[in-house]
């Protein structure tokens, strides 16, 4: 891992919040519905190429991309404050840095070049806002624990638990796989077996009044 790429990821846990990867992953998520014509791009690829550069994937070191199998930008998709035409122009504005390509056409470092300098202002107010949107809305989902935070509701927005689930864990977080709590060091709520270990050694002292 680059030391670029550590600073990059230190970064995203204190605020707690390859080419051929790459393509792999953002072929994975396209979906059999053709983008509109007049757009270009699919949306999606956009959107799932901006959130591995907001936590980068590094093997031994999970992040955005590797929740994709789990449809991570679908679930950012669905409630992104953002236009499909923003996100138009937030690729095509690439070219003014890199002569006429688009950010999709970026190398890894240079989309975070790209990153600094919208994030610095140099690219306009615009710009900035509609990346500061999307990096607020890939944040949210994937430090809210996504997908093992996605117990069935009801109509009311309460967790439906498994039969015979006395224990009310609505939240887990399971060792078998790497979400956004385990990236930030979040260990979630008490297991019911770490619940009951730690009772049993609170009821074994002998209090002194």
Do not use: C
């Not at 610095?120 to 997908?147: C, H, M, S, T």
């Amino acid at each position: 891992m680059s030391k670029k790429k550590v600073s990059r990821r230190d970064f995203l846990r204190k605020t707690g919040s390859g080419a051929t990867g790459t393509a792999v992953v953002l072929a994975s998520i396209q979906t059999s519905q053709a983008a509109p014509a007049a757009l270009g791009m699919d949306p999606a690829v956009v959107v799932a190429a901006l959130g591995d550069v907001l936590i980068p994937s590094d093997p031994g070191d999970p992040g955005y991309k590797t929740l994709e199998p789990y449809n991570i930008t679908a679930e950012v998709m669905r409630d992104l404050p953002v236009s499909d035409e923003e996100l138009v122009l937030l690729n095509s504005q690439a070219g003014e840095l890199f002569s006429g390509k688009t950010f999709l056409q970026l190398k890894e470092r240079e989309r975070e070049s790209y990153f600094d300098s919208v994030f610095a202002g140099d690219r306009g107010e615009n710009l900035r806002r509609i990346l500061g949107r999307i990096r607020q809305r890939v944040f949210r989902v994937f430090y809210k624990n996504y997908p093992e935070h996605a117990l069935p509701r009801d109509r009311q927005g309460v967790p439906i638990l498994p039969p015979g689930d006395t224990h009310q864990i609505t939240n887990p977080n399971t060792k078998g796989l790497a979400t956004g709590w385990d990236v930030s060091g979040f260990m979630g709520p008490l297991t019911w077996e770490e619940e009951q270990r730690r009772r049993s050694i609170v009821e074994k002292i002998d209090w002194i009044e």
